[in-house]
Nanobody
Framework: QVQLEESGGGLVQAGDSLRLSCAASGRTFSSYVMGWFRQAPGQEREFVAAIRSDGTTDHRGSVKGRFTISRDNGKSMVYLQMNSLRPEDTAVYLC???????????????????WGQGTQVTVSS
């Protein structure tokens, strides 16, 4: 069982930066694929970024060059550095953990086994 807790959200202006953090419990954190998703009101949950156990990463196209996912296995933490924020980035951001599916990409919510409660990010224009 893994418990996830996000932090770092807030209200910012367009162009600002935020760093989201996700603290994970569990002894085998380093073996999990970790992901960030977001969900805006009335919208489906969408993939933002993932980081595999080997440290390789994947980001959705609209955030490439602006957002960066990283992990610290020693601290059981995963981060999402968000720069040049836009109003369309406004959403609840959720951290997720996958035990692994034997695939290379982890862009589907159904590929994840554990979820945090989310942290609100609001970007004003």
């Amino acid at each position: 069982q893994v418990q996830l807790e996000e932090s770092g959200g807030g209200l910012v202006q367009a162009g600002d930066s935020l760093r989201l953090s996700c603290a994970a419990s569990g002894r085998t954190f380093s073996s999990y694929v970790m992901g960030w998703f977001r969900q805006a009101p009335g919208q489906e949950r969408e993939f933002v970024a993932a980081i595999r156990s080997d440290g390789t990463t994947d980001h959705r196209g609209s955030v490439k060059g602006r957002f960066t996912i990283s992990r610290d296995n020693g601290k059981s933490m995963v981060y999402l550095q968000m720069n040049s924020l836009r109003p369309e980035d406004t959403a609840v951001y959720l951290c997720a953990a996958s035990r692994g599916r034997g695939t290379y990409f982890y862009r589907g919510a159904g590929q994840y086994d554990y979820w945090g409660q989310g942290t609100q990010v609001t970007v004003s224009s």
